[in-house]
């Protein structure tokens, strides 16, 4: 089992930037591919970033390629997400997820967090 627990969500303005934060426990975090997904109102919760148990392997949606980062720290059990150039487009509930496989974490997670809502106004 695993837990998360996802905070650094908020109101922002377009063109901002918010760093989202997922503490995880309970399975080795080091050995566990992690990811982020979102949903907005109204529409499917979708894939945003990926990274593997290394850090050494990265994906991105392509709506947020070149303007989100995800990373992680190993000794602290926790993965981010660093969002700038926000765009109101952006706005829905930040879901953290996690896997044993870097290919499943980006479509059928075994693992989810309760999410953290980031709204950005034009």
Known sequence: ??????????LVQAGG????????SGRTFSTTAMGWFRQAPGKEREFVAAISWSGGSTYYADSVKGR??????????TVYLQMNSLKPEDTAVYYCAASGSMVVVRTTPNYWGQGTQVTVSS
């Open 1 to 10: 089992q695993v837990q998360l627990v996802e905070s650094g969500g908020g």
């Open 17 to 24: 930037s918010l760093r989202l934060s997922c503490a995880a």
């Open 68 to 77: 989100f980062t995800i990373s992680r720290d190993n000794a602290k059990n």
